[in-house]
């Protein structure tokens, strides 16, 4: 298997986006420091994904940016691929571009636009992207892409059009099936939600809070579904179900999890850090999670 030179553990975080970019650009720099090879940045109701990474990417010299994901509602896919292009001449081999088809309150909500048929519109998407002008300064590497894929065929387009998949909000269980789907050799990268937090009733309603948003969507509900969790437990959520999605306690409990989902066929794991806080930068918790993976890096 390879990491496609992102690294075995990388962050995933929405926690920058609510710092001034100055800001954000020291916590880079001190999250490059800690070791981390890869950070991970959604696109929701934060900042514009292509002008955050390279303001990032500025302030940094060896670490790599990647989007989790942009949304191919948010833009042309002419438009997307000159973005990718743009990125990656500026700073080679340090830029992702994870692409996902979003969901329907996001793309009808707040896009005005319609959510229908989501595979045959990221098919669509992708060779619009392939056959897209671009007379700009050409990259010296190659772009590289995945797609935000949790069922069967979303997978396998993932496996035969980029580099691989980047599920979110999954359980190690749904990395083993990912890995069957994917066959050997495409990137295999899921985002893990974890607190650092033993005393359970704690950690868990960090951990609902996060997965409240989360479970009002049906890519992911429906995702659940298919592995085997009922409505009586995405409803609870019960504590079954947000111990799979989350893993919480010492610091050796949260790399168990980790190192399951590398167990089960994963290549890189994208770790996203929960507190009670998000505003507040978890440096020391980010610190002793770069620490703790060190010996998972080989």
């Not at 929405?14 to 800690?34: K, N, T, V, Y």
């Not at 359970?200 to 809070?209: H, L, T």
């Not at 959520?237 to 980790?258: F, H, K, S, Y």
């Amino acid at each position: 298997m390879s990491d496609y030179g992102l690294g075995r553990i990388g962050l995933w975080t929405f926690d920058l986006d609510m710092q001034p970019m100055s800001l954000a650009q020291e916590a880079a720099q001190r999250i490059e420091a800690m070791g981390f090879g890869t950070v991970w940045v959604p696109e929701a109701v934060g900042r514009e994904p292509f002008a955050s990474c390279s303001l990032l990417l500025s302030a940094t010299k060896t670490l790599k940016m990647a989007t989790g994901i942009a949304n191919i509602h948010a833009r042309t896919a002419h438009t997307m691929q000159a973005g990718w292009r743009t990125i990656t001449e500026a700073f080679p081999d340090r830029f992702i571009l994870g692409l996902g088809v979003s969901h329907q309150p996001m793309v009808e909500g707040a896009h005005k636009t319609t959510y229908n048929k989501p595979y045959s519109t990221m098919v669509e998407y992708l060779d619009r992207m392939d056959e897209g002008l671009f007379f700009g300064a050409a990259p010296s590497t190659q772009p590289q892409r995945v797609l935000a894929a949790l069922g069967p065929k979303m997978l396998k387009l993932s496996a035969e059009r980029t580099l691989g998949a980047h599920p979110y909000f999954t359980p190690v269980e749904h990395t083993e099936v990912a890995r069957k789907e994917l066959g050997v050799g495409p990137l295999l990268a899921p985002e893990v939600a974890v607190v650092f937090e033993t005393d359970p009733s704690i950690a868990r309603e960090i951990a609902r809070k996060y997965m409240t948003t989360y479970l009002r969507l049906p890519n992911y509900t429906n995702n659940l579904k298919r592995m085997g969790w009922t409505e009586e437990d995405i409803a609870g959520p019960t504590d079954a179900l947000v111990d799979a999605i989350c893993a919480w306690g010492t610091t050796d409990q949260i790399v168990a999890r980790i190192k399951a989902h590398l167990d089960a066929g994963a290549d890189h794991v994208c770790v996203q850090v929960l507190t009670a806080n998000p505003k507040v930068l978890p440096f020391d918790t980010w610190q002793e999670l770069s620490d703790a993976t060190k010996g998972l890096q080989s």
